[in-house]
């Protein structure tokens, strides 16, 4: 069946302009993760989603950063006014439950200018 | 803070040999662990999870052990291949108030040398 599909899968944007990220998770599955993986690092939580409960945002660097997710599966990750500390690969991932396995999406690789 | 990490950042194995990752994690009140495979330019790929309710776990080569008494998981993968070369992650299910997300170590290299 189809996985975590994300578009773009490239994004340069110039310092000061606002991305939007989309994230379609693997259909049935109640929960969405973000996160952003910097060159030749360990990926870092952002934010997650489970049903229709309140997101967790603890992850997120600033207030720069929003996501949403409509309908219980689609996500988009806005980062407003882009600096260049925020070029990085960004991660989505979805799963059953919050304790069940996280697949993966292919990611989306920004570069801020 | 507590995280979890690994003991190599990188390992180098022969075709054909066995390989064994480690990872060292430090909340004993972690339950849940996943290892991840991933290739350059590719998102992690999920190989295997373990609960914290059982001490080994085996899928297809892999087999992934967890020592609670030391807090340490491994990753063993049989017969290695050339395939198998790409960045292996462990990761632990957050803990606290954020028990949804993973918490990720940096990584290690595996190399398979034909």
């Known amino acids: 069946g189809a996985g975590v599909s994300q578009s773009p899968s490239n994004k340069v944007t110039e310092k000061g302009k606002d991305v939007e990220l989309r994230c379609d998770p693997i259909?049935?599955?109640?929960?969405l993760y973000w996160y952003r993986q910097s060159l030749g690092q360990g990926l870092e939580f952002l934010i997650y989603?489970?049903?229709?409960?309140?997101?967790?945002k603890s992850g997120l660097p600033s207030d720069r950063f929003s996501a949403e997710r409509t309908g219980g599966s689609v996500s988009t990750l806005t980062i407003q006014r882009t600096q260049q500390e925020d070029s990085a690969v960004y991660l989505c991932?979805?799963?059953?439950?919050?304790?069940?396995?996280?697949?993966f999406g292919p990611g989306t690789r920004l570069t801020v200018l | 803070g507590e995280s979890v990490g690994l003991h190599l950042p990188t390992l180098s194995v022969q075709e054909g040999d066995n390989s064994i990752i480690n990872c060292a994690y430090s909340?004993?009140?972690?339950?849940?662990f996943i290892w991840y495979k991933q290739e350059s330019g590719k998102g992690p790929q999920f190989i295997i999870d373990?609960?914290?309710?059982?001490d080994k776990r085996q899928g297809q080569r892999v087999t992934v052990l967890l020592n609670k008494t030391v807090k340490h998981l491994s990753l063993q993968i049989a017969a290695t291949q050339p395939g198998d070369s790409a960045v292996y992650f462990c990761?632990?299910?957050?803990?606290?108030?954020?028990?949804?997300?993973?918490?990720f170590g940096k990584g290690t290299k595996l190399s398979v040398k034909p």
């Open positions: 991932a979805s799963s059953l439950g919050e304790d069940t396995a996280q697949y």
């Open positions: 259909s049935g599955h109640t929960a």
């Open positions: 989603f489970q049903g229709n409960s309140a997101p967790d």
């Open positions: 909340n004993s009140a972690s339950d849940y």
């Open positions: 373990i609960r914290s309710n059982m």
């Open positions: 990761a632990e299910r957050g803990y606290g108030g954020s028990q949804g997300n993973l918490i």
